[in-house]
């Protein structure tokens, strides 16, 4: 199926307002999360999944008062908890409440922690609830989650830079990593710019969409690939916008109804799946983004500089892979 025939859109012409619309967004998440990083000590916020702490997500018959829950709280000695209301699809009400407990440093002490919250609402405050989640985790085993997180995102990068140096050229492997990163940077920025919470599913939608952006970019290679085999004396420049009109098609159609999946999942998915869906939502649109503003360019920029340097600006046409 193709939604577009004979297109020709000189996307390389553009490629200034790519890289502005790029820096813009870039730059904003790298200043909120420097702001971040200076009022709580990290980039971002950190779920309980690494941080640790204590975590009570509670469903009340009635609209809940935050204030009086703080009041609450503090009347059963319970200090630094985090009050936050929860609208999920299945409770349009708002009758949902999070109450979080920062990480303790003593860990037999995080369940205490629970008992505490469950106590002093049952002790001191009159609406009836039920305890729908409860989450705790030690600070040790927070930190390693976090670091795990941090490998499992950098060795999947380097994972495919090595695929890809074999499978075409580096030029090739470098440009889709610096997509990636590109993708992951905005992403994480958006998390910050908006107060979010990145725990252990959010991080399992990095990974995916850092694999989906690949996916895209390797499928705009291939075809540069094999026109560059097709067309050995048009300029790369023609070959690389040639190449991106030629898999328009594709990418809308992938692209298209994965982001409207995604974005139903967001829009439906409730509280729990938020962040996860979130992160799906940008990625997807970043990811396909990258594909033609980023990856792509980079290798007509490296050919640029490669004549520049008075090198033999040949094209980047990768080898025969031998099956």
Not at 17 to 44: C, D, E, N, T
Not at 220 to 240: A, T, Y
Request: charge should be positive; charged fraction near 15%; hydrophobic fraction near 50%.
């Amino acid at each position: 199926m193709e939604f577009f025939r004979g297109v020709n859109v000189d996307w390389l012409r553009l490629k200034w307002y790519f890289l502005a619309f790029s820096l813009i967004f870039s730059v904003a998440g790298i200043i909120s999360m420097g702001m971040h990083w200076q009022r709580i000590g990290s980039p971002v916020l950190l779920g309980v999944d690494f941080k640790g702490g204590t975590q009570v997500q509670a469903q009340f018959t009635r609209t809940p008062d935050i204030n009086s829950i703080r009041r609450a709280m503090d009347a059963a000695g319970v200090k630094d908890a985090t009050i936050q209301t929860i609208k999920a699809v299945d409770d349009p009400s708002g009758n949902e409440v999070l109450i979080s407990l920062p990480e303790q440093h003593d860990e037999s002490s995080l369940d205490q922690g629970r008992k505490q919250i469950i106590d002093a609402l049952q002790a001191n405050y009159a609406n009836p609830f039920i305890v729908q989640n409860v989450q705790v985790v030690g600070p040790t085993v927070g930190k390693q989650l976090e670091k795990q997180a941090l490998l499992a995102t950098l060795y999947s990068m380097l994972g495919m830079l090595v695929y890809l140096w074999f499978r075409f050229q580096l030029i090739y492997g470098v440009a889709a990593v610096v997509a990636c990163f590109h993708d992951t940077l905005i992403t994480v920025g958006a998390f910050a710019l908006t107060n979010q919470e990145i725990s252990l599913t959010v991080i399992a939608a990095i990974l995916t969409l850092v694999g989906y952006s690949m996916n895209d970019t390797i499928v705009v290679f291939d075809r540069i690939r094999e026109n560059l085999r097709l067309s050995r004396r048009e300029s790369l420049p023609d070959v690389v916008n040639r190449s991106i009109n030629q898999t328009l098609s594709r990418t809308v159609l992938t692209s298209g109804l994965t982001f409207l999946t995604v974005l139903s999942l967001y829009i439906f998915g409730g509280q729990v799946l938020r962040g996860f869906s979130f992160a799906l939502v940008v990625g997807i649109l970043i990811g396909t983004y990258s594909s033609i503003a980023v990856a792509a360019p980079m290798l007509v920029a490296w050919q640029e500089w490669r004549a520049r340097q008075g090198k033999e600006a040949a094209l980047p046409a990768a080898k025969r892979f031998k099956v």
